[in-house]
């Protein structure tokens, strides 16, 4: 390969408040700026924004450095993905119209230089959590994104600025590793393997960067999250390794 792929997720901008995640922004375009020369491909695996809803006149403000920056990749020929995560699960046609992003509603399976992959946000994978996988069913449920969009953009908005505000994000709760046995999406990946190979399971939504041998040539990574660690993953054509963007 004479290009890499990059995987990056849960940026959660928008929270835990303006000027945090206007900095957090710059970071990560200038990250952007810094893999680009070396980018074929961009996977945005899930909770880029803290919160998203599109109207059918109405986004929500902000984040256009981040946007523009991901239009002119796509214009120059880099290939971007973007992955509904818990947070943006109704972004809807607008960065397809806008920038040529395709949108990936749940898992995406490639092969690339030989190697397969499996690649999901992570909600709603593995055991246990049975409220959230209830939620989700419900959040993603057409006739529910319909009654929301009924509501007007202010009121919306609203309520899902006091949504974010009592996330996991805005509390900064940093995660622990839990052990291979106990680490959720490590079980899932397992599981899967007895039905398919995989060489590499690549998710978000953990916050918290992990590299775990899942036996029989196969890893499973977490790419981590962008408000303690700035980590994502990088394919070169041989190997997924993870790495953190720290600016000279």
């Known amino acids: 390969m004479d290009k890499y792929i990059y995987f990056a997720s849960d940026f959660h901008l928008g929270a835990p408040n303006y000027a945090e995640s206007r900095k957090r922004e710059t970071h990560i375009v200038d990250w952007l700026n810094f893999i680009e020369p070396t980018c074929s491909e961009l996977f945005l695996m899930g909770d880029v924004f803290d919160f998203w809803f599109e109207y059918g006149k109405v986004i929500p403000k902000g984040f256009i450095r981040l946007q523009g920056k991901l239009a002119e990749m796509a214009d120059r020929g880099i290939k971007i993905y973007f992955f509904k995560g818990n947070h943006d699960m109704w972004v809807d046609d607008y960065f397809t119209k806008e920038i040529g992003l395709e949108i990936i509603s749940d898992e995406l399976l490639i092969e690339r230089a030989g190697k397969k992959f499996f690649l999901h946000h992570g909600d709603g994978l593995g055991p246990g959590d049975k409220k959230y996988k209830f939620l989700r069913k419900v959040f993603r449920n057409p006739f529910c994104q319909w009654l929301f969009s009924v509501l007007p953009p202010r009121i919306g908005m609203f309520i899902a600025n006091g949504w974010s505000s009592s996330s996991r994000v805005a509390s900064n709760k940093k995660e622990v590793f839990l052990g291979n046995e106990n680490e959720w999406l490590a079980i899932f990946a397992k599981e899967k393997l007895k039905e398919e190979h995989f060489d590499y399971f690549v998710f978000g ?17 977490n790419i981590g999250e962008w408000i303690n660690y700035s980590s994502y993953g990088v394919f070169d054509g041989e190997n997924l390794r993870l790495e953190y963007y720290k600016p000279n």
Do not use: E, T
């Open 205 to 221: 939504h953990r916050h918290l960067p992990l590299d775990i041998d899942l036996g029989n040539n196969s890893r499973y990574v």
